[in-house]
């Protein structure tokens, strides 16, 4: 992550309405709805096929690709905007400013993991280490794997959608807007015990924001690795250390609540730097 100052708020044509942002307003909405259109779909579709497919689903779900494939077919349809949007701020190498260093992004993907553990434990739930060697593949394996499926994600929901509602909407508003999306896009969830899904709806929005804000200015390979790294290890860290998938409800509201108070800390930390001056830019687009 670029270290420096907030880069999102330029004047200049990603944000301001010139280039990949110069649709109208129906234009993005349009195509935020033609991009969960397909996602929907498509991660549909790939988790309706895995099993035919021999993929086993611990070392990665096919469903990661849906919103990937939502990104290429927009790419077919509207090149110019997508390259664009996944280009990101500035020219050339993708690089932009951002409130946290790589390291703290991929940091806070530990703090959340041990949060949830931490708070489990405290409401007398009981966490138990996984030692990865007792998996039924090999930990390699499945960490490469959940890199690439979490990649296939994050190209989607962070790398465009994110931009795209930047263009019209603040850094948290955005970023709580792709949390919904996000969390709503994990449809199975919802079958399960209302608090599972509620925490499970917390920690897609709240993760988004942590994402949003750190990530802001950023873009190209860059923001796609560090959101994809941030993911991945969220994804294995509560695979060793909390069954989190197992529908009971008390470690996912601690998973919930543990994401919340990290973003909560992530977005204290930017209003600081604003006050201070260390963070430059209006709150949204337009300065309000």
Known sequence: MPRGRLGGDRADGWHRGDGAGGAGRAGVWGTAAGFAGVAFVAAGVLGAVQPGTGVPEEVVQLTQFGPAL?????????????????????????????????????????????????????????????????LRHPFALIAVAQLVGACGEEVGWRCFLQPLLRTRLGTVASSVAVGVLWGAWHVPVFGRAPAYAAGFLVATVAMSVVLGVALEGTGGWRRLLLAGGFHTLVNLGLLLFLDEESGAAGPMVCFGLSCLAVAAAVVALRAGGRATGAVGGPATLHGT
Do not use: D, N, Q
Not at 107 to 129: D, H, K, P, Q, S
């Open 70 to 134: 939502a990104v290429g077919a927009l790419a077919l349809c509207r090149p110019r905007r997508t390259r664009g949007l996944l280009r990101g701020p500035g020219t050339g190498s993708g690089a932009g400013a951002g409130l946290l260093g790589g390291a703290g992004l991929l940091g806070a993907a530990g703090l959340i993991v041990a949060l949830t553990v931490l708070g489990y434990c405290a409401v007398g739930g009981e966490a138990r280490f996984t030692p990865p060697g007792s």
